[in-house]
């Protein structure tokens, strides 16, 4: 007992924290051995749930009536089978977030480019492999704004017998940062696309689900720990955030559910989409120490919640109600701070780069606004200069079919798309200086439900440039279907006589925050067939059009063609 009472614990504290339960969070699991390989089942009910937050009661979807949702846990080339039923007045799909799918395209989950939502009283099952994949992934949905808070964790173990590439942790526990607002989300989603103009901030920002101490109805619950690892999933709708813990310094390890080489930091930013492992050695006096969130925000003239989310690291013998020593978190338009970790990610070993590229890209990422065309320009021309919000890839705003576009595909359905979106922008100029940000000058960009196709195996190099047309800002970039070794990035115009690239140990990266006013260089082989949606993970940015979808062809091999569709696949 007395060396129980001299060992140093650590106490996240947090309103009914909910980590490492995993009876709670694992519903319907029932592990199977196939062939060396487990089946991990989960049954996933899409439903309204009644919860109190910030002093107001308020329903909302969720699954399981959980908010943040179950986590599913799995090991390393495992398969996957989610059978999600909608009891809910929303539709609904989940996707997958950072898992591959290979050969599975029609589980990714993006409503209207490989599925149409799961309607009111209609299920479907979600089967995937996740082959070759280990470490912290997490799952949302993907259909309006309901990824708000229609949210969990994914936990990859690696096989039996292999041990993480670091020092084996205590303990493990799930963060996940996300944003609270009191109105209805899908309400707020209508309004802001029909007003034309930018979205409200959020009414808090939260730790699993929890706003905390700096807002008012907010208290603490405790739960204990040692030294350990820290898995950390921004899962926010519309905001990019830093987390650090004060007095402690916080060593990446894993980064989009890829090991890295280790990077010790102070803080670090992760973009909405974004997942980062890192450790923390409790070595401090023994104190209450805060563990905070905070908003980054590149964009200018934005508003935004600059209210921190804190939860609390406390050392055994402190008291729960004694003063807490504050986390540093940069100042909120800090771009050195986010862009430093970035730097200095590096793979843990050396990988394989792509080198002799097939398919050279290069795709202008950034806001517009559009010319009013409204009879009613007051209520629904509110963006600047009067006019409407949108978003573009090499000035191109996607506008979503009413049917799947991978369905269409498959099934050579057309009017739905076409297959021409530039792989180069329409013309080239300053794009960090000289955009015309300013209505009257032309910030409009062109509609379409534009895609691009690429060859089974082919090897793609895409670089994605950020512009000022209305603000320069990091975007955080998710493919689906693919990881990519971020091989060069760097602020300004690209420049390919100056761009230093780093083809030894590159970070493997699903989601990319491209630097306000800068460029990132990203490259993977497209052998993965089916219809892929590359997008901003700003949710505002993808309703306005930030996106674009990236045809594979099939392969010539087995392996290599996209099965047929599963039979219970949603109709629109």
Not at 384 to 400: E, L, Q, T, Y
Not at 406 to 431: C, H, M, R, W
Request: proline share 8%; aromatic share 12%.
């Amino acid at each position: 007992m007395k060396n129980l009472l001299t060992t140093l614990f650590i106490y996240f504290l947090f309103i009914l924290f909910l980590c490492n339960s995993h009876s709670k969070y694992v519903v319907g699991f029932r592990p199977q051995r196939r062939g060396g390989r487990s089946t991990r089942f989960y049954d996933f009910k899409v439903q309204t749930t009644s919860i109190t937050k910030l002093c107001n009661t308020k329903d909302i979807p969720t699954i399981n009536g959980m908010y943040p949702g179950p986590v599913v846990y799995a090991q390393e080339d495992d398969k996957v089978i989610v059978r999600v039923t909608n009891e809910s007045p929303y539709n609904i799909t989940i996707h997958w977030h950072g898992i591959r799918q290979r050969l599975s395209c029609w589980s990714d989950g993006p409503s209207y480019i490989t599925q149409c939502p799961i309607q009111t009283g209609q299920n479907f099952t979600y089967e995937f492999t996740l082959a070759q994949q280990k470490g912290t992934f997490f799952w949302h949905a993907h259909v309006s704004w309901l990824r708000a808070t229609v949210y969990g964790a994914i936990v990859v173990y690696p096989k039996n017998g292999v041990p993480y590439p670091f020092k084996f942790p205590y303990e493990e526990h799930i963060i996940i940062l996300g944003e609270f607002w009191m109105k209805d989300m899908v309400q707020i989603e209508q309004a802001v696309l029909a007003g034309g103009g930018a979205p409200p901030p959020a009414d808090a920002f939260t730790i699993n689900g929890q706003p905390g101490p700096n807002y008012n109805c907010s208290t603490d619950d405790a739960v204990p720990g040692k030294t350990y690892l820290l898995r950390l999933i921004n899962a926010a709708l519309n905001q990019e955030h830093f987390f650090a813990i004060a007095n402690h310094r916080l060593t990446i390890v894993e980064v989009d559910a890829e090991y890295t080489k280790p990077l010790t930091t102070d803080r670090v930013m992760l973009g909405p989409g974004q997942t980062l492992n890192v450790l923390v050695t409790a070595d401090k006096p023994i104190a209450r120490y805060s563990m905070a969130m905070g908003p980054y925000q590149s964009a200018k003239n934005v508003s935004f919640q600059n209210i921190t989310a804190i939860a609390y690291f406390q050392y055994f013998g402190a008291t729960a109600n004694g003063l807490s020593l504050p986390a540093a978190l940069p100042h909120f338009d800090d771009n050195l701070a986010a862009k430093t970790v970035m730097d200095g990610l590096r793979s843990l070993n050396p990988v394989t780069v792509p080198k002799d590229i097939d398919r050279n890209l290069f795709v202008t990422i950034g806001l517009n606004v559009q010319k009013c065309r409204s009879k009613n320009p007051q209520k629904d021309c509110q963006a600047k200069g009067g006019g409407v919000m949108a978003a573009s890839m090499n000035n191109i705003s996607f506008s979503k079919p009413n049917i799947s576009i991978l369905e269409a595909y498959y099934k050579n359905i057309s009017g739905y798309f076409t297959q021409d979106f530039p792989g180069v922008p329409l013309k080239f100029y300053d794009f960090v200086n000289g955009a015309p940000n300013n209505p009257p000058n032309d910030t409009n960009s062109l509609n379409g439900t534009r895609t691009y196709v690429l060859d089974y195996g082919t090897k793609v190099q895409l670089i994605l440039q950020d512009t000022s047309t209305v603000s320069t800002e990091n975007h955080p970039i998710h493919l689906h279907g693919y990881s990519f070794y971020v091989v060069g990035y760097g602020t300004g115009n690209y420049d390919p006589d100056t761009a230093n690239f780093n083809l030894v140990d590159p970070p493997y990266m699903n989601t990319i925050g491209v630097p306000v006013g800068g460029w990132a260089a990203i490259r993977f082989v497209a052998d993965n067939p089916g219809a892929w949606f590359m997008h901003c993970h700003l949710e505002i940015h993808l309703s306005w059009g930030l996106s674009v979808v990236l045809i594979v062809k099939n392969g010539e091999g087995p392996l290599e063609r996209l099965p047929h569709p599963p039979k219970d696949l949603p109709r629109c």
